[in-house]
């Protein structure tokens, strides 16, 4: 499970890494400005006092060459202190030439060593800026002539590349990164969860629709991105209401249309079959009467799905019904069905279980699960039928002795339409599609088990009342 939220995509986590990338890209740039900035400017070469000094410390030491070079290594070491870009870096560091009467008489130890260095310091143009390459990197370099004759020269490195591969190999580059980025995380995190709860409220409220609540969303925000989308799906959501409206008036109107004839027909059929002697014109006329009765039953449930669907829309609020009353009332019709097909009806029910709900929709409940319990169940079966309280819930319970249904098939039973296969029974599809509606529209959930028989168990849980 941690590894799935770690993977999934997650904007959050985009906008995350977004703004950790232009951050890194944000520091490079800095980065290699800095670290490629012409040494012309560099503050050493403007301090003419530094010059100064070290051409004073050369020439009044003149007569003592140990003394002279120990005193211009410590003048050395404080400007590399004071100037240096990348402290501990000795190849970025300014460097110290001295020229005493041609003759070099201190050279910092990073510097160029050869001729080139010294004649270029001796033939330099008294406190001119020039830049010398030694083959390897380029300096800018600054030459002051003291007082006595003494040549001060001062490098500062000025190759951009060197400098920046220099940097980046010390650690510069991702040491200020690496240290930072934990400390940028979380309120960098934080903001974005911030910045996202309009979002989060809108998707909340998407969440917390049932499949009938096509409204437009209630919660839109001031923010532009928000309103676009919110506007984007309560378009989609009137589409798709207008087109289930006109989806289930067609399907009403088709089978209010197809009743008239199915009845006619059938009173004919009738007629006809009480009016022939011979027995072959008798089972015709038997298959034709059966094939009707199929056909005005899936013409009811239309009916009965197509109303279930429209009063669900409609939002209208229910009535306090008892239902252990309605379930022996439905029981008492069902019982002429049940004794036609040789099945015995068992009721166990507890009294005074009420819910909130519509009559109209319970019954149709109610009769499908019976209705198919015992079609399906064999001649001189027992279907049980149960009603009780569970903390807060009115269970009803139809078991019949039948086949049953596999347990990789339940979830699909209840889709329109569908039927098992290798099905002996005749049927729409329907009956436990409208049994899962009405549920729905009270807010309970529908639950298929085996029974202890052998057969197939409904339970159904409504809030009680």
């Given at each position: 499970m941690a590894w799935r939220a770690v993977t999934e995509p997650s904007l959050v986590r985009r906008l995350l890494v977004a703004q950790m990338g232009l951050l890194a890209l944000l520091w490079t740039v800095v980065f290699i400005y800095a670290?490629?900035?012409?040494?012309?400017?560099?503050?050493?070469?403007?301090?003419?006092?530094?010059?100064?000094?070290?051409?004073?410390?050369?020439?009044?030491l003149a007569d003592a060459p140990a003394r002279q070079y120990h005193s211009l290594a410590a003048l050395d070491a404080a400007i590399h202190q004071r100037y240096a870009d990348a402290e501990g870096v000795a190849e970025l560091a300014p460097g110290l030439l001295v020229l005493q009467r041609s003759a070099v008489v201190y050279r910092s130890p990073h510097l160029p060593r050869g001729a080139d260095a010294e004649s270029f310091v001796a033939s330099a143009v008294s406190d001119a800026r020039r830049t010398f390459d030694d083959g390897r990197q380029k300096w800018r370099v600054r030459v002051v002539t003291g007082t006595s004759g003494a040549r001060v020269a001062i490098f500062v490195p000025r190759g951009g590349w060197h400098v920046l591969i220099t940097l980046a190999s010390h650690g510069y580059y991702l040491a200020p990164m690496v240290i930072s980025l934990p400390f940028l995380l979380l309120p960098a995190w934080l903001s974005i969860r911030l910045a996202l709860r309009p979002w989060r409220r809108v998707a909340q409220e998407v969440a917390s629709r049932g499949p009938q609540d096509l409204a437009p969303l209630s919660y839109r925000g001031q923010h532009q991105e928000l309103a676009a989308m919110v506007d984007s799906v309560d378009a989609l959501m009137a589409r798709v209401s207008e087109a289930s409206a006109r989806e289930r008036s067609f399907i009403a109107d088709a089978a209010h249309e197809l009743r008239t004839p199915l009845a006619a027909m059938r009173i004919n059929v009738e007629a006809l079959h009480g009016q022939t002697a011979d027995w072959r014109q008798?089972?015709?006329?038997?298959?034709?009467?059966?094939?009707?009765?199929?056909?005005?039953r899936?013409?009811?449930?239309?009916?009965?799905?197509?109303?279930?669907?429209?009063?669900?829309?409609?939002?209208?609020?229910?009535?306090?019904?008892?239902?252990?009353?309605?379930?022996?009332?439905?029981?008492?019709?069902?019982?002429?069905?049940?004794?036609?097909?040789?099945?015995?009806?068992e009721l166990q029910s507890v009294a005074g279980v009420a819910i909130v709900g519509w009559r109209e929709s319970l019954v149709s409940l109610?009769?499908?699960?019976?209705?198919?319990?015992?079609?399906?169940?064999?001649?001189?079966?027992?279907?049980?039928v149960g009603l009780w309280h569970v903390e807060g819930w009115a269970v009803l319970s139809v078991e019949d002795q039948g086949p049953g249904i596999a347990p990789e098939l339940r979830s699909r039973v209840f889709d329109r339409f569908f039927r098992a296969p290798?099905?002996?029974?005749?049927?729409?599809?329907?009956?436990?599609?409208?049994?899962?509606?009405?549920?729905?529209r009270h807010g309970g959930r529908i639950e298929l088990t085996d029974g202890e028989q052998g057969g197939l168990k409904v339970e159904v849980w409504l809030p009680a009342a």
């Open positions: 670290a490629t900035e012409n040494g012309t400017d560099s503050p050493v070469l403007k301090e003419t006092s530094v010059y100064h000094a070290v051409a004073a410390v050369a020439d009044d008798r089972e015709l006329l038997e298959g034709i009467l059966s094939s009707g009765n199929r056909a005005a899936l013409v009811s449930q239309l009916l009965v799905l197509m109303r279930s669907d429209a009063a669900a829309s409609l939002g209208d609020a229910g009535a306090l019904l008892s239902l252990d009353e309605l379930l022996q009332d439905r029981m008492a019709v069902m019982s002429g069905l049940a004794g036609a097909r040789g099945v015995e009806l109610a009769d499908n699960l019976v209705d198919n319990a015992i079609k399906y169940s064999p001649r001189g079966g027992v279907v049980r290798k099905q002996e029974q005749g049927g729409s599809g329907l009956g436990l599609a409208i049994a899962l509606g009405a549920a729905r």
